[in-house]
């Protein structure tokens, strides 16, 4: 079915399909009826809004009409009796409700959606594609992809993850800040995440920029929840510092461009500042931790004024000591390349090659390796190791990139 | 809410009545239990007799098949509960790690089915 509303309700559901759910939920109480609710809501405005034209308020429109269609469900459900409270709860509010007046009729849920995602009572990598799904908006099937897990299955732990919240008493709500440790460890890990997906989108699209603003508004949100906690500083620069720099990203021909093509005159100075200063505040704290050293390294590279002139050493020594904080074979990938300029590719190359057995089906370590052997002059084992990348190449646009890489050095050499 | 916290231990792991910690840890069981009454939290709690003390039964077919010992053999044995009316699972688990015995073994926290809408 086609209908002249229909490309209008899809924009509408990209960008405001997290916070219209995060509303719903907070409202209902219930994730999967939030959704449901949700999406018949949205059928309702295909027919409608084709009929009369968009409302004056779509959003508050369509949170009205879920509201009436959860109360509906409730009524037509066999568990009627025991949702009887929530049932009163949403009439009240179906009756106070004036779509029209009401200039923002969400206000923000969204962090405590992410904090009842991240409760330490559901497992880590659930309460990532929790957050994925209920917050920022994802399909079952892009969530399924990120995780290289089946749709089907996907759906069925959300489907779980969903029962045990409404099932087991898990608060809606953000803790008290001594319920904070372990839970906000998790809030962190979710949102960079989230921001890495729209940064580098593990499917389809190269840069999926409306995540990365979603998590940057999400890093702000956390940030003025509790000021002062270093960590969060630190993700909140890291975030801002990669972002200052995505315009430079792509190429007109939508390809990848690496950090050593980017036009550096392109970075946003004015992101980068708020950064700093940012940063700057919490390395006071003296507690240095992950997405601080992170993004004192992306500091390094905002302040290089160009590739070569980066100050290598002392991103090598950083990474020393974030692989000391948490032994990690990416880490261990990046200290080899920022290695490979500070003191020699063929140094590097034999790091690398220590560091192999764990990111065997990694791209980025063959694609690292390609490089390096570019570097020695080795053609042959370079175009190997390109063709080995190309193959474990997760996008179209990354596949590409290293196509043309190996067209334009291994043109003549490669075998 | 009403919630369960099944306390699961190894005898092997936890206190013996010879033992020096026996007597710190029964105190710590009552100052636990009084905590979780003047909080209004409690609503029932028992130990149980060790588990050589168990039978299982099943009925089939009509008839009643006893067993010697406990439903699973597992190294960890279910020795007692309590049941807690909470608002929400942070507050149950917040009450669920003052158990001593969370401390040697571990506690299952459940919440109680409500079957007051079947009538």
Known sequence: MTTSVGPEIDALVRRDGGRMLSRLVADIRDFQLAEDSLQDALEAALVHWDRSGLPRSPVGWLLQ?????????????????????????????????????????????????????????????????????????????????????SPEAMAQRLVRARHKIAKAG?????????????????VLAVIYLVFNEGYAASSGELVRGELCDEAIRLGRLVHQLCPGEPEVEG??????????????????????????????????????????????????????????????IAMIHADAPSFAETDWTEIALIYDSLIAVEPNPVFELN????????????????????????????????????????????????????????????????????????????????? | MKYMALIYGAPEDSPTPESEEFGPFMEAYAAASERFEKDGVLVAGEGLEDDSTATTLRVRNGKV????????????????????ECANLDEALRYAAMIPSATYGAVEVRPVSDYSDLE
């Open chain 1, 170 to 186: 898990i608060a809606y709500e953000v803790p008290e800040a001594d319920g904070w440790g372990e839970r906000l460890q998790s």
């Open chain 1, 335 to 415: 200290r080899v390349v920022a290695l490979s300029y500070a003191v020699s590719a063929e140094m590097a190359l034999k790091r690398l090659e220590r560091v192999g057995a764990a990111l065997e089906s990694y791209q980025p370590y063959h694609a690292v390796r390609a490089d390096l052997l570019v570097r020695l002059g080795d053609m042959t084992a370079a175009g190997a190791a390109f063709e080995r990348a190309i193959a474990l190449s997760g996008s179209a646009a990354e596949r590409r990139f290293l196509e043309n890489k190996l067209r334009a050095f291994c043109g003549q050499g490669c075998t």
């Open chain 2, 65 to 84: 098949e006893t067993m010697d010992g406990p439903f699973a053999e597992s190294k960890e044995q279910l020795g007692g509960f309590y049941i807690f």
């Open chain 1, 235 to 296: 993700l909140l620069a890291l975030m801002l510092l990669h972002h200052a720099r995505s315009n430079t990203r792509l190429g007109l021909a939508g390809e990848l461009v690496t950090l050593e093509g980017q036009d550096r005159t392109q970075w946003d100075r004015e992101m980068i500042g708020e950064a700093r200063e940012i940063l700057q505040g919490a390395l006071r704290r003296g507690r240095a931790g992950l997405y601080q050293l992170q993004a004192v």
């Open chain 1, 65 to 149: 009409t879920a509201r009436r269609k959860a109360i509906d469900r409730i009524r037509r459900s066999a568990n009627f009796r025991s949702k009887s409270a929530e049932l009163t709860a949403l009439i009240e509010l179906d009756r106070d409700f004036e779509p029209v007046i009401d200039a923002d009729p969400i206000a923000d849920e969204r962090l405590k959606l992410i904090f009842t995602c991240c409760h330490p009572a559901l497992a880590p990598r659930i309460s990532v594609a929790l957050t994925l799904r209920s917050v920022c908006g994802l399909k079952t099937e892009e969530i399924a992809r990120a995780f290289v897990m």
